[in-house]
Nanobody
Framework: QVQLVESGGGLVQAGGSLRLSCAAS????????MDWYRQFPGKQRELVAG???????YYADSVKGRFTISRDNAKNTLYLQMNSLKPEDTAVYYC??????????????WGQGTRVTVSS
């Protein structure tokens, strides 16, 4: 069984910073792409940023230049450094990963979410 656990959310003033973490645990052979999504109330989840196993990154236009995604393959951990936060970044942030394991051989997993609130 593979689990993803996010941490690092909280309340911050506009212009501030937060660092989210997502730790994967269980029987893991490797992790392919890892992504951060966010969900606004009443909306579908949207992709914020992603990173391949080799380190190629991609970002939503709304966060380019402010957010940085990174990963530690040895620790099976994903990070999101969020700077210059805006009130419109307020959302629940979810980690997503494609994990190579035993059963299923390749599975897509979600964390439970961590709430980020940016006050004006």
């Amino acid at each position: 069984q593979v689990q993803l656990v996010e941490s690092g959310g909280g309340l911050v003033q506009a212009g501030g910073s937060l660092r989210l973490s997502c730790a994967a645990s269980g029987t893991i052979f490797s992790i392919n792409h890892m992504d951060w999504y966010r969900q606004f109330p009443g909306k579908q989840r949207e992709l914020v940023a992603g990173i391949t196993r080799g380190g190629t990154t991609y970002y939503a236009d709304s966060v380019k230049g402010r957010f940085t995604i990174s990963r530690d393959n040895a620790k099976n951990t994903l990070y999101l450094q969020m700077n210059s936060l805006k009130p419109e970044d307020t959302a629940v942030y979810y980690c997503n990963a494609e994990v190579v394991s035993v059963i299923p051989p390749v599975g897509n997993y979600w964390g439970q979410g961590t709430r980020v609130t940016v006050s004006s």
